[in-house]
């Protein structure tokens, strides 16, 4: 059965103070490993897509790594700011037949000033 | 370009009653989905049209939940009778194609209440 488990569930930080959020799954065969943000009362937003043959990727303050050998990433916000209190969410989508994505819990940051 | 609307943005209703929810994809996208996200979890599929075809609702509680797209374009979800067990937020996402590699673009949601 596919799976996407994220942690920590939820965290704490201060402005300014870096954070790792991660994310393990057991989908097979992988296509791509998406990681959403979700700002409360908004739907969520694709920050990163990583495919099997990525290693890294940046989109600003957040990296997102791959290792597909042992099935994890993570999401690594630097210098965190107030408006990165969100819920991050791992999606990742199976190759071939229909497309079905699979979704984490989501792990819960919020910055505090 | 717009992105995906829903409507209404909060509904609350009681045990038993009915609602109904609506959803406008992006321009051109042939992929919707329709999503249950209950407070502190990661959203649950309930079904996903290509065009105005279904390719999944394995999730969707059929005695219960009803969905349509008619036209291929605008979508519909309906709760009949409702259950206290389905407050959440009704999420609509679109994508271009059915390809892993489109992302999902998302509505803002419906938040539903059942008292």
């Known amino acids: 059965k596919n799976q996407v488990e994220q942690s920590p569930q939820s965290l704490i930080i201060l402005e300014g103070k870096n954070c790792t959020l991660q994310?393990?799954?057991?989908?097979?065969?992988?296509?791509?490993l998406r990681w959403y943000k979700q700002d409360t009362g908004r739907g969520p937003v694709s920050l990163t897509i990583?495919?099997?043959?990525?290693n890294t990727k940046s989109n600003g303050r957040y990296t997102a790594t791959l290792d597909a050998d042992t099935k994890q990433s993570s999401l690594h916000i630097t210098a965190s700011q107030l408006s990165d209190s969100a819920s991050y969410i791992c999606?990742?989508?199976?190759?071939?037949?229909?497309?079905?994505?699979?979704f984490g819990r989501g792990t819960s940051l919020i910055v505090h000033p | 370009e717009a992105g995906v609307a829903q409507s209404p943005r909060y509904k609350i209703i009681e045990k038993r009653q009915s609602v109904a929810f609506w959803c406008n994809p992006i321009s051109g996208h042939a992929t919707l989905y329709w999503y249950q996200q209950i407070l502190g979890q990661g959203p649950k599929l309930l079904i996903q049209f290509q065009n105005n075809g279904v390719v999944d609702d394995s999730q969707l509680p059929k005695d219960r939940f009803s969905a349509e797209r008619l036209k291929g374009v605008d979508s519909t979800l309906k709760i009949q009778p409702a259950k206290l067990e389905d407050s959440a937020v009704y999420l609509c996402?679109?994508?271009?194609?059915?390809?892993?590699?489109?992302?999902?673009?998302f509505g803002n949601g419906t938040r539903l209440t059942v008292t």
């Open positions: 999606v990742v989508s199976a190759a071939g037949g229909s497309y079905i994505p699979t």
């Open positions: 990583m495919t099997f043959s990525e």
């Open positions: 994310c393990n799954y057991t989908v097979s065969p992988f296509s791509n």
């Open positions: 996402a679109s994508s271009l194609g059915q390809g892993s590699n489109s992302p999902l673009h």
